[in-house]
């Protein structure tokens, strides 16, 4: 059991740099009104990995993935129109986004030469104001979108769960280890939000900083986004409708 547990602490650590949360609740924590908030991304990251754990080592998850797959094969040329409709939408999003961007920047322009208006304190305060603005249930199903899109390629949980299938644990010490696990792989991200909280100004210019340059490409990035996940929507869809 010593052993185990020490494999746990080991396997979590290694499992908790995770890049892609880590750099997901740094954007996130200077979005909030209330920094406390960002326990509801924390929280639902961690419940999320510890169900699918569940999940995996009792069997449950290749019954779900068996089930779907039953689905793609009844309906699967209804699913992958609906996907190619999908995917069309999203570049002629794109279109227009792009088509409004223009405008708007021609209105920015020509109403910033009629006043004069320059950026100030005031518009710094406002500015930091509107990036706090990601309500509570936003931050639980961002936690659990990504946490569920990561479970997929969760490689060291996947190898760490093939290790308890090798022990006869019952629930009560199933549920011990991997409490532990997933208290371990959430710990950067309490971390991270105490030291936020130590520093809070300090991070809020950065994130003014990083706003500032977000409000410049956003009118280039936003639909950029949209147009490539559109062609690659069309692209999978065409893909799979003409191999049926």
Not at 43 to 64: D, E, K, Q, R, S
Not at 97 to 125: A, F, M
Request: net charge positive.
């Amino acid at each position: 059991m010593w052993g185990l547990l020490l494999t746990t602490i080991l396997t979590s650590a290694a499992d908790s740099l995770n890049p892609f949360a880590i750099t997901q609740q740094f954007v996130l924590q200077g979005m909030l009104k209330k920094p406390k908030h960002i326990w509801y991304f924390i929280v639902p990251t961690g419940v999320v990995n510890l169900i699918g754990g569940f999940l995996v080592y009792f069997g449950l998850a290749a019954f779900i993935a068996n089930f779907f797959s039953r689905i793609t094969e009844s309906y699967g040329q209804f699913l992958f129109i609906a996907e190619l409709i999908l995917g069309i939408i999203f570049c002629s999003s794109a279109f227009f986004l792009i088509q409004n961007s223009k405008i708007s920047l021609l209105k920015n322009r020509i109403q910033s030469i009629e006043s004069g208006e320059k950026v100030n304190k005031n518009d710094e305060g406002e500015a930091l104001r509107k990036i706090k603005s990601v309500s509570p249930l936003a931050l639980i199903i961002l936690g659990a979108g990504a946490t569920l899109s990561e479970l997929t390629t969760a490689l060291p949980y996947f190898a760490f769960l093939a290790v308890l299938l090798n022990y006869q644990l019952s629930f009560l010490q199933l549920s011990f280890i991997l409490v532990i696990y997933n208290t371990i792989y959430t710990l950067p991200l309490i971390v991270l939000y105490f030291v936020y909280i130590k520093a809070q100004n300090k991070f809020d210019r950065l994130y003014l900083v990083i706003k500032t340059q977000i409000a410049k490409w956003s009118n280039i990035l936003a639909p950029t986004v949209m147009a490539l996940i559109g062609v690659g929507l069309i692209f999978h869809s065409m893909t799979l409708l003409l191999n049926l």
